[in-house]
C-alpha cells in the first residue's frame, strides 16, 4: 500500500482528522494507495495558504518571466518522469497505459506554452476622448484558483488549468477526482522541485459531496476552474454564484460522429471505431452517436462490427491491451443499466451488450465493446451521456437531416463528420453546435487551439492563446495629466 500526503501551504500534510480513503486499482479490484481524506478544515487550510502565497513577495515579487519560466521547469520534469506518472495514472484509473504516456509525454507542452505566454500579456493604452487625461489597462490575475478534475485524464486536466492559471500569477488549490489522487500527489513532488514557492499550489484530496462545496464557496476563492459531469458542474455554478464567482465549467458530452456515403469508408469506420472505444468510452468528447447515411448504413455496421470485434480487452498496463476496464464501479453500473435501457427502448445490439467474462479481464469491472443500430434520435440512448464503450448508430438521409439529429442534444461538446466533400466540409463545420468540429479526424487535441463546450457541456475555454485570459481580469487605470481638477460642480 502506497500511502499519500497532501500538499498544503509547502507541507505533506495528512488531514486534520487523520482520515483516509482507499484508492483502488480497477484491474485487481483491490485498494493499493491510502489517500488523506480532507475535510472543510483542511480546505481552508489549503485555501488560505493559496491567499497567503498570493500576497506573498515570493510570488508577487517574480516578474512574468520569471514566473514563465518556473512553468517551463516544470514541464521539463514531467517530461522527465512523464512513463513513471503513466503507470500511476493507469493503476488509478485503468486506462490504457499507451494512452496515459502519450498523455504525459505530450502534457510539458501545456506548461511550456504558457510559460512562454506569462510575458507575453500585455494591457493597451486607450485613446481616450478626454483632453488631458490618461487612460490604460492592466491584466491582472484574480487570485485563488480553485480547480476540480474528474478521474479520466487527471494529471492532463489539472495541466490545462494550472498552466494558465500560474502564467497570470494566480495561485492554486486543485482537487483531484477521489478515484484517482494518486498521480497529482506525486505531480505536487515536480511543482516543490521547480522552485515553485509554497503555497502557490496545493493540492487537497477528497470527496466531492464532503468537500467541494467548502473550497468552490470559501470566500477567498476568487475563481473555480471545473472539470466533471454537467449535475456537478450545475451545482458548482450555484455555489460559485452566491460568492460571485467567475467559473470555467467543462462538461459532459453526446458527440455525433457523422458519416457520409462519400466518406473514405476504411478511415471513417477507424474514426468511429476510436471515437467510441478508445479510453474504453471514457472521455468526455466520445463519439457516442454514430449518424450513417442511408446507403452505406448496413455495409457501415457490418464493417464497424466486424472490426471493434477484434480489440484486445484486458490489462490496461500491457502494451498489447486495446480496450481497458471501466474505472470505478458507479460507472460500471450506470453503463450496464443504459445497456439495459437501450434494449428496452427497441434498440438493436448487434455487438456486447453486456459484462465482458474473458478470462484476460481478470478482476476487471469489464463491459463489451458495445453497438446499437436502429437508433431513433429520442431514445435515451442517443440523448444522454453513457461515458462507456456504447455506442449509438443512427441512420440519416441528407445533410439536412443529419444537422437536425447532431443538434437534437442539449450537449455540444464536439463532432465528427467523414466526407470527401469540401463544400459539405465548410457547411458542417459552420452549422454543428458544438466547441470542437473534427472532420475527416476525432479526438485530436492541442495545447495550441481551443477546447470547451457549447451549450450543457459548459462554456470557457482551455488550451490556446485566449484560456489564458479566463485567468485575468482587465483593470483600467485613469491619470489626469492636465494639472487642473476641475470644479466638482460642473458637470463635465
Ligand atoms: P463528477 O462530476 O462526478 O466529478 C468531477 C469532480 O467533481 C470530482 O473531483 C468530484 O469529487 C467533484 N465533485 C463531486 N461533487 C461535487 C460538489 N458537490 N461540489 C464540487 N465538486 C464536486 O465527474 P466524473 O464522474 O469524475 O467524470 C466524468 C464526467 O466528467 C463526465 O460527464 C465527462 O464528460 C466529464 N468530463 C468533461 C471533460 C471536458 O473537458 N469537457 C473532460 C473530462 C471529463
Same mark, same amino acid.
Given at each position: ?64 518571466? =520569471? ?67 490618461? $487612460? ?101 455554478? =450555484? ?17 455525433? $460522429? ?8 476504411? $478511415? ?114 442517443? =440523448? ?88 485575468? =481580469? ?19
Amino acid at each position: 500500500m502506497r500511502d499519500c500526503r497532501m500538499l498544503i501551504g509547502g507541507e505533506w500534510r495528512e488531514a486534520a482528522s487523520g482520515a483516509t480513503f482507499e484508492s483502488i486499482n480497477p484491474f485487481t479490484g483491490k485498494a493499493w494507495a491510502r489517500v488523506p481524506r480532507a475535510a472543510a478544515e483542511d480546505v481552508d487550510h489549503a485555501v488560505r495558504a493559496a491567499r497567503v502565497a498570493f500576497m506573498s513577495p515570493a510570488w508577487r515579487g517574480l516578474n512574468a518571466t =520569471q514566473r514563465g519560466k518556473l512553468l517551463t521547469k516544470l514541464g521539463d520534469l514531467v517530461a522527465r518522469d512523464a512513463d513513471a506518472l503513466a503507470e500511476l495514472e493507469t493503476r488509478d484509473n485503468g486506462k490504457l497505459i499507451n494512452e496515459m504516456r502519450a498523455q504525459l509525454r505530450y502534457m510539458p507542452e501545456w506548461f511550456r506554452y504558457f510559460g512562454g505566454l506569462a510575458d507575453k500579456i500585455e494591457g493597451r493604452v486607450i485613446p481616450i476622448d478626454r483632453p488631458g487625461m490618461f $487612460n490604460y489597462t492592466l491584466e491582472e490575475p484574480l487570485g485563488v484558483v480553485a480547480a476540480i478534475t474528474p478521474w479520466n485524464s487527471p494529471l492532463m486536466l489539472g495541466a490545462w488549468k494550472l498552466a494558465p492559471a500560474l502564467a497570470a500569477g494566480n495561485t492554486f488549490v486543485w482537487k483531484p477526482s477521489e478515484y484517482t489522487s494518486v498521480s497529482a500527489l506525486e505531480f505536487g513532488k515536480l511543482i516543490e522541485e521547480a522552485g515553485i514557492p509554497p503555497g502557490v499550489v496545493n493540492i487537497v484530496t477528497g470527496y466531492g459531496h464532503e468537500i467541494g462545496e467548502a473550497l468552490v464557496g470559501h470566500e477567498l476563492v476568487a475563481k473555480v476552474a471545473f472539470t466533471g459531469g454537467d449535475a456537478t458542474g450545475a451545482a458548482v455554478y =450555484q455555489t460559485a454564484a452566491r460568492g460571485i464567482k467567475p467559473v470555467t465549467l467543462e462538461l459532459g458530452g453526446k458527440s455525433a $460522429n457523422i458519416v457520409f456515403a462519400d466518406a473514405d469508408f476504411d $478511415n471513417a469506420v477507424k474514426g468511429v471505431v476510436s471515437g467510441i472505444f478508445a479510453a474504453t468510452g471514457q472521455t468526455c468528447v466520445a463519439g457516442s452517436r454514430a449518424l450513417v447515411q442511408r446507403p452505406i448504413y448496413e455495409k457501415f455496421l457490418e464493417a464497424f462490427v466486424a472490426f471493434a470485434k477484434t480489440a484486445r480487452m484486458g490489462d490496461p498496463l500491457d502494451t498489447a491491451t486495446q480496450v481497458g476496464p471501466i474505472t470505478t464501479e458507479p460507472q460500471y453500473r450506470k453503463v450496464l443499466d443504459y445497456i439495459g435501457i437501450a434494449k428496452q427502448e427497441g434498440a438493436r445490439c448487434v455487438l456486447g451488450g453486456g459484462p465482458a467474462k474473458r478470462s484476460e479481464c481478470g478482476a476487471g469491472l469489464f463491459v463489451e465493446p458495445t453497438v446499437f443500430a436502429d437508433v431513433t434520435p429520442s431514445m435515451r440512448i442517443a =440523448q444522454e451521456e453513457v461515458f462507456g464503450p456504447v455506442l449509438a448508430v443512427i441512420p440519416f438521409e441528407d445533410e439536412e437531416e443529419a444537422i437536425r439529429i447532431a443538434n437534437g442534444s442539449i450537449y455540444g461538446l464536439a463532432a465528427g463528420v467523414w466526407t470527401k466533400d469540401i463544400a459539405r466540409c465548410l457547411k458542417m463545420a459552420g452549422r454543428l453546435e458544438a466547441g470542437t468540429i473534427w472532420i475527416n479526424t476525432y479526438r485530436v487535441s492541442s495545447y495550441l487551439s481551443p477546447f470547451g463546450g457549447y451549450k450543457r457541456s459548459g462554456f470557457g475555454r482551455e488550451s490556446g492563446l485566449l484560456a489564458i485570459r479566463e485567468y485575468l =481580469q482587465e483593470k483600467s487605470v485613469w491619470i489626469d495629466a492636465s494639472g487642473e481638477t476641475p470644479n466638482p460642480f460642473v458637470t463635465r
